[in-house]
Each structure stands twice: as structure tokens, then as C-alpha cells.
């Protein structure tokens, strides 16, 4: 029987020993491969194959999320699970929506993960009932807006990554050579997220960052 093939990606050497000791202490599961950033998350999915990639979700370079969304579009059989410190529901919701199986809190991960890698490993998705309890208050939040007729206008993936790498300090080409965009793209990205986000400086906008767990204060 081949082995569980497992990449793992946290900028955090620690984090990433630790996983690893939880990991490799399964029969039949193995660390094909370890990455700091998520652009070097995407491209060493992309040469492994990994059967399952654990993500961290606050990584350099490129986020969880949008690491998810490339390495889902590139291996629709590799399974993806994000760690992370975060609790919102807006993140929690959108590691979902950009394919990933399993959403794990930091704080959680010894109790948990090795049971999301096995369900993980069936093709099947696995909650915490943290991560449960988050999906379905927001299930009832949106239902609600719905019928109220004032439900929020979110960011997609895309736009919060874009928001994240401004609020970082990169610039419109830094920001285009990461997202493999145009600089006119970009460009155009930033001046309607300013518009849609009602802000009017870098400084708002690292401030929005912040406060939507975008970026770590």
C-alpha cells in the first residue's frame, strides 16, 4: 500500500517540527515535502503531488487562501487543509469556498488534525465543532440578511489577497508579479477596492487589514 504523501507550509519552524512529529508518527504516513512561504507551498504541490497539503493560513508572499485556490486549480485530488490562529467567520467560510476540506485552529491541532488528515485522506471533509458552531452562525447570519435584504457586501479571495499585500507595503508591480497580473490589473484591483471599501489611504486600508484579520497587527 503506497503512503499518505503529506506537504506541510508554515513560516515557522517550530510549527512546522511540531507538525511533523504528529504526522510522521502515524503508520503509513509520510513528509513528502515542507515549505515556508505560500509561493513555495504552491510550487513544491505543484512538483510533488502531495496527497494532502497542510496550509498555514498567514504565510509571506501569498496567503492561505490564495495558495489553496492555485494549488486546488492546479491538483483537484490533492486535499487541503488550513491551520491558523484565526476564529473569524468570514475566514473560516472563505477557506471553503477556495477549496479546502478543513479549517484547524492553531490551538486545536493536536486534537484534530490527525483526525482531518484521515478523513482528509477519504476525500472527505472534516469541521472541529468550533469550526461547526462558526459555519453555522454564519449560515443563519447570511439567511437572515437575505430575507432582511442587508446582507453584507464581502471580499472575495482575490480582493483580500490584494488587500493583504497592499496593507503589507507591497507595491502595485510587487503585487502584479505575485498574483501573475498585469500592473494596469492591479492598478484598476486597488483603485476599486479603495472605492468599494469606502477608504481613502494606505493608512485606512492597513486599519481595515487589521481589524478583518488580514494581516497581524
Known amino acids: 500500500m503506497n ?19 504528529l504526522i510522521e508518527h502515524e503508520p503509513g504516513w509520510e513528509i513528502c515535502g515542507t515549505a515556508v512561504t505560500g509561493r513555495e507551498a504552491v510550487e513544491r504541490a505543484k512538483e510533488l503531488k502531495p496527497d494532502i497539503a497542510v496550509l498555514d493560513m498567514t504565510m509571506p508572499e501569498l496567503s492561505g487562501l490564495e495558495a489553496v485556490q492555485q494549488i486546488k486549480r492546479a491538483l483537484p485530488q490533492t486535499e487541503v487543509l488550513v491551520f491558523s490562529a484565526h476564529r473569524s467567520e468570514d475566514v473560516v467560510a472563505q477557506v471553503f469556498d477556495a477549496g479546502a476540506k478543513s479549517y484547524i485552529c492553531k490551538a486545536d491541532a493536536g486534537r484534530h488534525l490527525v483526525a482531518a488528515i484521515r478523513s482528509l485522506a477519504e476525500h472527505k471533509p472534516f469541521f472541529t465543532p468550533e469550526v461547526s458552531q462558526i459555519l453555522f452562525t454564519k449560515f443563519l447570519a447570511a439567511d437572515g440578511g437575505r430575507k432582511n435584504g442587508t446582507a453584507e457586501q464581502k471580499l472575495t479571495t482575490r480582493e483580500r489577497e490584494i488587500v493583504r499585500l497592499l496593507a503589507e507595503g ?12 498585469s500592473v494596469r490589473t492591479s492598478e484598476t ?29
Not at 3 to 21: F, K, N, Q, S, T
Not at 170 to 181: D, F, Q, Y
Open 3 to 21: 503512503p499518505l504523501r503529506i506537504l506541510i507550509a508554515d513560516d515557522h519552524e517550530v510549527v512546522r517540527d511540531g507538525l511533523r512529529a
Open 189 to 217: 484591483h486597488r483603485a476599486s477596492l479603495m472605492r468599494k471599501l469606502g477608504l481613502d489611504s494606505l493608512a485606512s486600508l492597513v486599519r481595515y487589514a487589521v481589524r478583518n484579520n488580514i494581516i497581524e497587527a
Open 170 to 181: 507591497r507595491s502595485n508591480k510587487e503585487t502584479a508579479s505575485l498574483l501573475g497580473i
